[in-house]
């Protein structure tokens, strides 16, 4: 059974819109969630995060909403730039261990 | 990212055995290997906590891992298959915050013939 699922495999905006990407989980333990960023040729790097004890976290373009009673979170990237294309992963982890769950990614293309 | 140095970059095997080398230079003390294949996300392969290997996953006996220090990782392949075709990524963490931020390396792209 997969822990975390994200809704699209592919997304494809315009420059200055916002994308959205929509990520859902199984496991109410889960209690961290975070969102790596993956370019061609190189390996993932955390983006940004959220806790379960939050609804909301904001980083500039980037921001996360999180519904602990719906187990589903969307990470919205605002004005999308031709430099935000690359695959995103929605991640989850609890405090039971130190095993992180990866989503299948969701490759955004932004258009110019 | 030079934090995490893997090398080789690129690798193209028949059915040969050849080791893939990381060295972090973060002072971590959690070190990873992962296995990408195309489209796909990190799946994880071993764990090692201070050079423990702490969970080994259901990888291939013929996919060793070792760690002389800690913060060294290699990973010994013996007679690859072409499942075994994917990048592996080395990634390294703290390990009372591994499930709060892990570092990747740049990746090993091994292509089996």
Same mark, same amino acid.
């Given at each position: 059974q997969q822990q975390v699922r994200q809704s699209s495999q592919?997304? &494809?905006?315009?420059?200055?819109? &916002?994308?959205?990407?929509?990520?859902?989980?199984?496991?109410?333990?889960?209690?961290?969630?975070?969102?790596?960023?993956?370019?061609?040729?190189?390996?993932?790097? #955390? #983006?940004?995060?959220?806790?379960?004890?939050?609804?909301?976290?904001?980083?500039?373009? $980037? &921001?996360?909403? $999180?519904?602990?009673?719906?187990?589903? #979170?969307?990470?919205?990237?605002?004005?999308?730039?031709?430099?935000?294309?690359?695959?995103? $992963?929605c991640a989850a982890s609890g405090n039971s261990n130190n095993r992180i769950f990866f989503g299948d990614g969701t490759q955004l293309v932004v258009k110019p | 990212n030079t934090k995490i140095t893997q090398s080789p970059r690129y690798l193209i095997l028949g059915r040969a055995n050849k080791s893939l080398e990381c060295e972090q230079h973060l002072g971590h003390n959690a070190m990873y290997w992962y296995k990408q294949s195309a489209e796909k996300p990190p799946e994880l392969m071993f764990l090692y906590n201070l050079k423990q290997l702490i969970r080994n996953e259901t990888v291939p006996s013929r996919f060793i891992p070792e760690c002389p220090d800690s913060s060294k990782l290699l990973l010994h392949i013996s007679a690859v298959d072409p499942e075994d075709s994917a990048v592996y990524f080395c990634a390294s963490s703290q390990w009372d915050r591994a499930n709060e931020r892990l570092f990747f390396g740049h990746g090993t792209k091994l292509s089996v013939l």
């Open positions: 592919s997304l &494809t905006v315009w420059e200055g819109e &916002t994308a959205i990407l929509n990520c859902s989980y199984e496991n109410s333990a889960f209690d961290y969630f975070p969102w790596y960023q993956q370019f061609p040729g190189e390996g993932p790097a #955390l #983006l940004i995060a959220i806790r379960s004890v939050s609804d909301k976290k904001e980083d500039g373009r $980037f &921001t996360i909403f $999180f519904n602990k009673r719906e187990k589903n #979170l969307s990470l919205h990237i605002k004005d999308s730039q031709p430099g935000d294309s690359a695959t995103y $992963f | -």
